[in-house]
């Protein structure tokens, strides 16, 4: 079983960046669709970002123009490139192939945006 671990969350201002790392255990290459979740208190887990094995992204309404997902199949890792972050976008920030059955859920990393 394949374990995602997140890093590179943190503390930053409103309008600062930040940079998620998604380490997988195991090989992403044959993984056709990875995605980064969040999930804030008191709110259900909603997708953020996705891209697909060729490349292709799509984002939530919410981030689009601010957040860039990548991938290095070479690394196993997937990241997150936050920019203009917002009080909004404080959460638990989680990766995960896009899959009628997802990899067990890693520990997630927490983001908390100041105004």
């Known amino acids: 079983q394949v374990q995602p671990v997140e890093s590179g969350g943190g503390l930053v201002q409103a309008g600062g960046s930040l940079r998620l790392s998604c380490a997988a255990s195991?090989?992403?290459?044959?993984?056709?669709?990875m995605a980064w979740y969040r999930q804030a208190p008191g709110k259900q887990r909603e997708l953020v970002a996705r891209i697909t094995s060729s490349g292709i992204t799509n984002y939530a309404n919410s981030v689009k123009g601010r957040f860039t997902i990548s991938r290095d199949d070479a690394k196993n890792t997937v990241y997150l490139q936050m920019n203009s972050l917002k009080p909004e976008d404080t959460a638990v920030y989680y990766c995960n192939k896009v899959s009628a059955t997802p990899w067990s859920w890693g520990q997630g990393t927490q983001v908390t945006v100041s105004s």
């Open positions: 195991g090989s992403i290459f044959s993984v056709n669709y």
